[in-house]
């Protein structure tokens, strides 16, 4: 397929943990050059990330990118970024949903699980604390009622002792209606409110831009970037991303530890095929 001819006025859209970041949280210096390349040459580099604002605002910053726009939360919540800000940044979209019906269910079904509530610019309100480096700001232990019973922009939903495929057959049988959801790399379980993800914020951004749909690049490795690797014009699936994820990308490029996305990021711009 044709690549966009000029990285002015391209929307690359790029997932964070697994995709830039390594799992160590590391970002090569390379694709650093490559991000102040395209954004010198006027690309709009858009983070897409499950990540909250509060955690996704200082990774944009540390890649140099102070201004323009993030996508947090699965899609759920985008953020303008400007470096005259307080916290370089503000909110400009925040959906939320209802997450008691899904979360009554869910721990009918998984007792033992872990549930996180996001608690925008914060962090979470938990169960139980999570893992340590799971998730992102402060955890906050929170009775199960009360944890149900604040408007959500994303819930994480942890079964420590499960597998993905258990939690992705228990999604299917059990059904989880006005939510939008994607199992990750282990028993985890994002949910967002209906028919929001990364391409669906990603797609507000480009109208308001102005970027043509053609001009639109995505780079990923999770499952919630099915979406994302869709809408664009050209996603690209990192090597190390699941056969589902690679199946919704036009292509495949090295993995984390090969840095794969430098490649996309460097022909961005170029008349490939």
Request: net charge negative; aromatic share 6%; hydrophobic share 45%.
């Amino acid at each position: 397929m044709s690549h966009p001819r000029a990285a002015a006025g391209t929307l690359v859209a790029l997932d964070v943990d697994g995709t830039l970041l390594t799992y160590d949280g590391v970002v090569s210096d390379a694709v650093r050059e490559a991000i102040a390349s395209l954004r010198d040459a006027g690309a709009h580099v858009v983070l897409a990330t499950g990540r909250g604002v509060r955690s996704a605002a200082p990774v944009a910053q540390d890649l140099g990118i102070t201004s323009g726009w993030v996508v947090c939360s699965n899609g759920a919540v985008t953020a303008r970024l400007d470096p005259d800000l307080p916290e370089g940044y503000e909110v400009t979209t925040q959906i939320t949903f209802d997450p008691e019906p899904a979360l009554r269910v869910l721990q009918l079904e998984l007792p033992d699980a872990l549930f996180a509530v996001e608690d925008l610019g914060r962090g979470f309100r938990v169960s139980r604390p999570f893992p340590e480096k799971e998730l992102t700001g402060d955890q906050t232990v929170t009775p199960f009622d009360e944890l149900v019973a604040t408007p959500a922009t994303r819930v994480v939903v942890r079964d420590p002792g499960g597998t993905p495929e258990e939690f992705q057959a228990l999604v299917e049988r059990v059904g989880l209606h006005q939510v939008t959801y994607a199992v990750g790399w282990s028993a985890w379980l994002d949910l967002t409110p209906g028919g929001v993800s990364k391409a669906s914020a990603l797609e507000e951004l480009r109208r308001d831009l102005g970027v043509e749909p053609f001009a639109t690049v995505a780079v990923g490795d999770g499952g919630n970037d099915v979406e994302m690797l869709r809408w664009a014009a050209r996603g690209v699936a990192m090597g190390h991303a699941s056969e589902a994820v690679r199946l919704a990308a036009d292509e495949v490029t090295g993995g984390i530890e090969d840095d794969g996305a430098l490649a996309v990021l460097r022909s961005i711009g170029h008349d490939a095929t």
